[in-house]
């Protein structure tokens, strides 16, 4: 079945069973790497992506429920040349170690800041509290949330 919606901006078509998860038409029909899959039972947030604009699990979520809707992968966030100002203060910041649940921490922040330029402490700390890390770069993680926040409250883009 032929199922379309906006991915990264751009209308998108697959063909796919609607019950495909999410994540696998993005990796696998899409090619678009980004979303990792960790554990398969939304337990750990590698997987989130922005569904309209709201934080989703896309490893459990059925790709039928995205048809006419807006999906942002962390692919549609920046370029290597142009980075999201969250990219680069997870650059600035060292957030990341092994990186693999950095996409889904990154989309959730997103959220945040599209809903709440000056998020504090505890709301960031809230906003991130489905994602697991085992890498041990919690507080970096934090404070790339809180530069980025000043960074797009000072005219950086969003």
């Known amino acids: 079945m032929a199922i379309a919606f906006t991915v990264n901006g751009e209308p998108k078509s697959v063909e796919a069973a609607e019950t495909a998860t999410l994540l696998d038409v993005l990796r696998n029909h899409l090619g678009l790497m980004g979303t990792r899959y960790g554990c398969g039972l939304e337990q750990c947030g590698s997987c989130i992506v922005l569904v309209d604009g709201q934080p989703a699990y896309a490893c459990t979520r059925e790709v039928g429920t995205v048809a006419d809707r807006k999906v942002t992968t962390v692919e549609g966030l920046g370029t290597p040349a142009r980075p999201h100002p969250l990219q680069q203060a997870f650059l600035d910041e060292q957030a990341g ?13 997103k959220a945040l800041l599209d ?11 809230a906003a991130l509290d489905r994602h697991l890390c085992r890498c041990g770069a919690h507080q970096r993680i ?10 797009l409250r000072n005219g950086g883009r969003a």
């Open 142 to 151: 934090l404070r790339a949330v809180e530069r980025a926040a000043a960074t």
């Open 97 to 109: 170690q092994c990186g693999y649940c950095l996409s889904g921490i990154v989309m959730s922040a």
């Open 115 to 125: 809903r709440n330029p000056a998020p504090s402490r505890g709301d960031i700390v």
